[in-house]
């Protein structure tokens, strides 16, 4: 469903570095590593946000150069908060939204928009942090996409929120939808994940399915997140 | 493309941008640099940008189900629709003067630039100006606008300076016909301006994609 070639791209201090990984179709992938691991950095890549110095990413058979338009009808995203037109209302820019989608789902929006008791009277800037997030993924699920990217989408929500929205992730699968998603909260991962894509200081450690990758990983006894703990300590202490 | 303007005007622009359209009845005044009508109309697309920047607009039209050069086409596309909008105005006021008002006494005595066809031209080179410095220069960063916008300021006031003083070259009167007077030329010297307009506007949004393409957001 999505294939990530070679993604190169250099700042001064970081250098994302030759990151390959493929997403199946059907299937949560957790992406995991450190705050400043990379996670953002190829996410905003895959979604064109930032421009890679050399790579190349393919969605649905088709490469993200030259089929930009058709390849983000198909797919839903979040980066992290909703943190635009602060004084718009909700209804007012979902309106403007919605224009662009041709398969722009009401029914689903609506289901959403009650599931997370989110007010479309409200603007972004009268919205707490959370819900600010589940704004973003209010839009990213209104249009029947095919696979979501979501990046950090359980940071800042309540436990109550983010076990809902893990719930949410478990049923779009099963509806035939991919979620890839990032973030730093181990046991999000565990509760959902099939698979997981590791990145730690700009390269891919690790990327297979969470069963393959504790049973090669882990020490006997070892939860996923002190497996985690230890591989990244040895990252630091090099 | 229609979606991208509706989405200009709904999310993305200031109320300044639409009052500033009045400016181009600044053709209606005597004994004033006309020309300024365009740098002001210039100001109002200007806030715009502004705003946009407060409200994170470009990351959010570049993560609409659209190619990246489409958050460039956009912009681009409500800076022309503003423009086209105060040209309307600047023709009708210009056409009342050059008829109705054509023997008004202020306007016969006029020491300043005559709204004339000629002067229409260059309001529309003055847009193209704007176009090519302001917006091109924009997305280099897509954030950054002040550079581009003080260098439009004194690209623009140079150049009214310059259409200004043209009519005082004795061979260049013409320029400042009155009226129908030397209706040809003036026809011919608004063509120009046009065309001087298109070309500039496409040379900069051509430049902007290419910018926009590599930048970061």
């Known amino acids: 469903m999505v294939k990530v070639q070679n993604l190169v791209k250099e700042y001064p201090a ?31 890549s895959m979604l064109n946000l930032v421009h890679p110095d050399s790579g190349e990413i393919y969605y649905f058979g088709k490469p993200l150069k030259g089929n930009e338009s058709e390849i983000k009808g198909r797919i839903g995203y979040s980066t992290g908060t909703v943190n635009w037109y602060p004084r718009k209302k909700i209804r007012d820019i979902v309106a403007t939204e919605k224009l662009f989608y041709k398969n722009w789902d009401e029914e689903a929006y609506r289901k959403y928009l009650s599931l997370f008791k989110l007010d479309e009277s409200k603007t972004p800037l009268e919205l707490s942090e959370g819900m600010k997030v589940k704004c973003n993924l209010l839009l990213a699920l209104s249009h029947k996409a095919e696979l979501l990217i979501l990046d950090e989408p359980t940071s800042g929500l309540d436990p109550f929120s983010r076990d809902e929205l893990l719930d949410v ?52 006894g070892e939860s996923l997140e002190e497996t985690f703990l230890r591989l990244e300590r040895g990252v630091r202490n090099g | 493309m229609v979606n991208l303007l509706k989405k200009e005007i709904k999310l993305s622009s200031s109320v300044l941008s639409f009052l500033f359209i009045a400016f181009g009845l600044m053709f209606f005044i005597p004994g004033y640099p006309v020309l300024c009508g365009a740098f002001f109309v210039t100001l109002g697309i200007f806030q715009s940008f502004q705003y946009a920047r407060e409200a994170n607009d470009i990351v959010f039209s570049a993560l609409l189900p659209i190619a990246k050069t489409d958050v460039v086409k956009g912009k681009f596309l409500f800076s022309c629709f503003i423009e086209l909008c105060s040209f309307a105005v600047m023709a009708a006021a210009t056409a009342v003067r050059m008829t109705l008002l054509a023997d008004a006494k202020p306007y016969v005595n006029n020491a300043m630039m005559n709204a004339n066809l000629f002067a229409l031209g260059c309001a529309l080179v003055i847009f193209g100006l704007f176009n090519l410095i302001f917006l091109n220069g924009f997305f280099k960063t897509a954030y950054k606008f002040g550079k581009p916008f003080v260098t439009h300021i004194i690209v623009t006031f140079v150049f009214i300076f310059i259409c200004e003083a043209l009519h005082h070259i004795p061979p260049l009167k013409a320029v400042n016909s009155f009226g129908s007077e030397n209706i040809g030329l003036q026809l011919i010297l608004l063509a120009a301006g046009a065309l001087c307009s298109i070309i500039l506007t496409a040379v900069a949004y051509k430049s902007a994609c290419k910018r926009f393409e590599k930048t970061d957001l």
């Open chain 1, 14 to 44: 970081f250098r994302l570095d030759n990151v390959s990984f493929s997403l199946e179709s059907g299937k949560i992938t957790g992406f995991i590593g450190r705050n400043g691991a990379g996670k953002t950095t190829t996410i905003k």
């Open chain 1, 169 to 220: 992730f478990t049923s779009l699968k099963n509806q035939g939808v991919s979620v890839f998603f990032s973030t730093h909260i181990i046991s999000d991962i565990e509760k959902c994940a099939d698979d997981i894509i590791y990145i730690s200081e700009g390269r891919i450690a690790a990327a297979m399915p969470k069963n393959e990758f504790m049973s090669s990983f882990s020490n006997e």
